[in-house]
């Protein structure tokens, strides 16, 4: 099927934006938004979808017979190019991180077993030279690298940010991965302080991603993410903030991405980080599956 035709069907563009209202905004002055990528779509993660629209318009226009990609066995980015793959019905092969794994070591993986996608198991030292097995052909293939980071990635964050454009905001927060999505974000909202929250220790890798982008660093801010949660790992006080901003709003947020940002977010307004009158959108990017 013809992806924009894809998107028309199954997608809820654009996203809503929605006030948050908290006695706190009101008591410091200020006004937050949220941009709901996470209801975009149910299992195609918010700021997935973005990233790889561009992909498959390539895989489209010339004619590729197959997808190649990597992830680890928990990657937002790998499930939700499973699913869009096999509705597509484009051949996938997914080269994931830890050869100790098969595809019943989690119901990610299996699910994606189910789907008809291509696993293949490769050790931590191979995956990070990011290796493509020996008996999979490249031929004809689009790869798309590791959480859809590269040119094409960063371009199709275009459709976020033209979202948001006309809506006067002078602040804007978002979690960030790979960078993809910030560096987005930072290159087509020149006018608007970006704000990253790390949700790795991967500061001088965005930075170095910042450049091999051409994105100018003038309008970012990067933050260090305030608890040490590993993947897979729980933090109490976060989980507990997760799960009290849901019932607070009625919007579902992750410990990893959202979570770690929004709550980040909540240090800076307490510490009267934002001037009065300050406009502010918190990006929800999903990961919610
Ligand atoms: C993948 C993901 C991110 C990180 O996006 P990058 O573009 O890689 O920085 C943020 N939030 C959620 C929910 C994700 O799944």
């Given at each position: 099927?013809?992806?924009?035709?894809?998107?028309?069907?199954?997608?809820?563009?654009?996203?809503?934006?929605?006030?948050?209202?908290?006695?706190?905004?009101?008591?410091?002055?200020?006004?937050?938004?949220?941009k709901?990528?996470?209801?975009?779509?149910?299992?195609?993660?918010?700021?997935?979808?973005?990233?790889l629209?561009?992909?498959?318009?390539?895989?489209?226009?010339?004619?590729?017979?197959?997808?190649?990609?990597?992830?680890?066995?928990?990657?937002?980015?790998?499930?939700?190019?499973?699913?869009?793959c096999?509705?597509?019905?484009?051949?996938?092969?997914?080269?994931?991180?830890?050869?100790?794994?098969?595809?019943?070591?989690?119901s990610?993986?299996?699910?994606?077993?189910?789907?008809?996608?291509?696993?293949?198991?490769?050790?931590?030292?191979?995956?990070?030279?990011?290796?493509i097995?020996?008996?999979?052909?490249?031929?004809?293939?689009?790869?798309?690298?590791?959480?859809g980071?590269?040119?094409e990635?960063?371009?199709?964050?275009?459709?976020?940010?033209?979202?948001?454009?006309?809506?006067?905001?002078?602040?804007?927060?978002?979690?960030?991965?790979?960078?993809?999505?910030?560096?987005?974000?930072?290159?087509?909202?020149?006018?608007?302080?970006?704000?990253?929250?790390?949700?790795?220790?991967?500061?001088?890798?965005?930075?170095?991603?910042?450049?091999?982008?051409?994105?100018?660093?003038?309008?970012?801010?990067?933050?260090?993410?305030?608890?040490?949660?590993?993947?897979?790992?729980?933090?109490?006080?976060?989980?507990?903030?997760?799960?009290?901003?849901?019932?607070?709003?009625?919007?579902?947020?992750?410990?990893?991405?959202?979570?770690?940002?929004?709550?980040?977010?909540?240090?800076?307004?307490?510490?009267?980080?934002?001037?009065?009158?300050?406009?502010?959108?918190?990006?929800?990017?999903?990961?919610?599956?």
């Amino acid at each position: 099927m013809d992806i924009q035709s894809f998107e028309k069907l199954h997608f809820n563009l654009p996203s809503p934006i929605q006030p948050l209202e908290d006695e706190l905004f009101v008591q410091k002055n200020i006004k937050v938004f949220m941009k709901r990528d996470d209801l975009i779509h149910p299992i195609v993660s918010g700021n997935k979808w973005r990233k790889l629209k561009d992909y498959l318009l390539i895989a489209q226009k010339d004619q590729i017979k197959g997808i190649i990609s990597f992830g680890g066995a928990y990657s937002n980015h790998i499930f939700a190019l499973g699913y869009v793959c096999k509705e597509l019905m484009i051949p996938l092969h997914l080269i994931i991180r830890g050869d100790e794994l098969t595809h019943t070591s989690n119901s990610y993986l299996t699910q994606l077993h189910d789907w008809g996608i291509h696993l293949y198991f490769i050790s931590r030292e191979n995956y990070q030279k990011k290796i493509i097995p020996g008996g999979l052909s490249t031929t004809n293939k689009l790869i798309i690298p590791e959480g859809g980071f590269s040119h094409e990635g960063v371009h199709s964050i275009q459709s976020l940010a033209n979202e948001i454009i006309d809506l006067s905001f002078q602040e804007l927060f978002v979690s960030v991965g790979t960078g993809t999505t910030l560096l987005g974000l930072a290159k087509y909202l020149p006018t608007i302080n970006i704000n990253g929250v790390l949700s790795l220790s991967n500061r001088a890798e965005i930075e170095n991603n910042a450049s091999l982008m051409e994105v100018e660093w003038s309008n970012i801010k990067l933050f260090e993410k305030k608890f040490g949660m590993k993947y897979g790992k729980k933090n109490t006080e976060l989980e507990e903030f997760c799960i009290h901003f849901q019932h607070k709003f009625q919007i579902a947020i992750e410990p990893i991405y959202t979570g770690t940002m929004i709550f980040k977010f909540y240090e800076l307004v307490k510490n009267n980080y934002f001037k009065p009158e300050t406009k502010i959108v918190l990006i929800h990017s999903g990961g919610i599956k």
